[in-house]
Every structure is written in structure tokens, then in C-alpha cells.
């Protein structure tokens, strides 16, 4: 059954947001996707933890290079919903929002899931950022032993800008893990402007067009023929702003649970609900290689 079908029989009322099942909010051709458990597991690890503020650096020379907690980045272009997107996955307003591009103006650091990870809030690029970030963010990229995985925004509905595009080639070159998340994607499957929710055969049109976009991006963050290695071959989409029921697990922002179970993965932290542990360098390289053995 596709998973077009799994949609309810009628759309709800804007007061109760339709159900979506997660599998259409993200494509995996290297990874598995997480099961319900896990999903379930990573909001409440997220949601029954607080992240801590531990400082914020304008240069890579002033990181605190002391800390042995895995660490992930989240950044893209200015403006592209980042800021909000870091509030909705870690359930709280630690990231000041704006419509003006380049509100980040420093690296931020914050430690989440107890104590069992860091989150860095960067600094945006493109138009609207500082000319001096792109090399400050490159630093901490490459010569941060720490850093399990940086998160890449790209806008679902503009797609990958020039931007985006030298940014990523920048990241195959320097061998550095990352993957992409489309924030933002209530536009696509609620398009900007509409008082209503859109009838079935509309919402379901708009999702097959979020799954075209999706596969459409394959080539560009893993493109055929390169020798470098490109982006996790998993792209998670979602949304800041628009919550959904997932029958029995309560009403979240659409795709959220699954960016959080992605942060968990990078991190080395895995398990369901009620037990969650790390894993070890050994099992992540066995889980990677049999997740790519799946494909």
C-alpha cells in the first residue's frame, strides 16, 4: 500500500490538522528509516530533556576545543528557518528568530539530550550573511574531531541555490558527514496563502510533488560519477510550524520527530522508549555499513 493511501478518509478541519504518516516526509536510499518505537523514542528523549547554553564564538579559535561529546551542526542559507527549526526539535526557544536574513550572528553551542550531546547553532550563509562566516564555519568544519554530522537546510520550495551547491561541493571536498533537511515544508503540502486545508486529491497531489522533490535532490547531494563521498543518502523534511496527530503519539510538527531521531543517530545514541544508550565507533560503522547493505 502506498503511502498516499494511508491518509485519512477525509482532511480535517485547520483546527485538527490532518494525520500524515512520517514515511512521506523523507527519503532514504543509504539508511533505514526509523520505525514508530523510534520516532517515539527520540521525542521523548528530546521532549523530557532541556538543553544548556554553553557559549557562543564569533571565530573557530575561540571554541572550547575540550569537550568529548559528539557534536552536530545545523546551518544553511540566511533566512532559510533554521533558527525556528532548532526551537521546534529541541522544544524550546533557544535560537532567536527574524524574517531579516542573517540573525545568527555567532556560533552557539548547546548541550542537549542530557548531557549525551552538543547542537551548534550557525551562522547562515549567502545573501544577507557576514562576508568573514563562510571561512569561520569551514574551520570548525574540517578541524573539529567532535563533529559527527552537520545538517544542511535547503529550501523544498526555491530548491538548491548556487549557494547550497558550492556550499555542499564544499563539503565532499573536505570529507565532512552531512545530510540535508527541507525545512519550511508546510508550503509545500499547505501552499502559502491558503485560509483552508486543501481537499484530499490536492494534499495528496502536493505530497507526490514533495516525493519528486526529494528524489530530485539524489543527484545533487550525491552526484554520479564524483569520487567523494556526498551526503547521507537520507533526506528528512519538515516543518516548524504546522503540527500533525500521529494517532497515538500525540499532535507534533510535521517531520520533527524524525530530524530528532536523525540528530540521535549522528550522535551515537540509540534506543526506544525508556532505554536509550550510545554506540559504540564499532557498532556505528556496522550499523552504517548494514544500513547501506539494505538499500
Known sequence: MGPLHLLQDEVKTQNNPPTIPPSTLSLHWDTTAPSAPQLSSATHLFTSTHPRFLHSASQFRTLSLSSPLPEVA??????????????AVLGTAISRTSSKPGRTKTMNVFEILGGRA????????GKGSHEGWGAEIMKYLVGRKQLRRVFVLIDPLHGPKQTDIAFLHLLRTS???H???LPKVDRIL???GRR????RPVLEHNIER???????LRETVQPEGERRPGALGEIVACSAEWGVDWG???REKLGISGVRWAVMVAAGIKGVEGRVSRVTDVEREEQTRGDMGND
Not at 74 to 87: E, I
Request: no cysteine; aromatic share 6%.
Open 74 to 87: 545545523f546551518l544553511g542559507r540566511s533566512n532559510v528557518g533554521k533558527s525556528s527549526l532548532l526551537n
Open 118 to 125: 552538543v547542537v551548534l547553532d550557525m551562522p547562515g550563509y
Open 175 to 177: 570529507h565532512i558527514p
Open 179 to 181: 545530510q540535508i533537511l
Open 190 to 192: 499547505f501552499p502559502k
Open 196 to 199: 483552508r486545508l486543501p481537499s
Open 210 to 216: 514533495l516525493g519528486e522533490i526529494m528524489a530530485a
Open 248 to 250: 497515538g503519539r500525540g
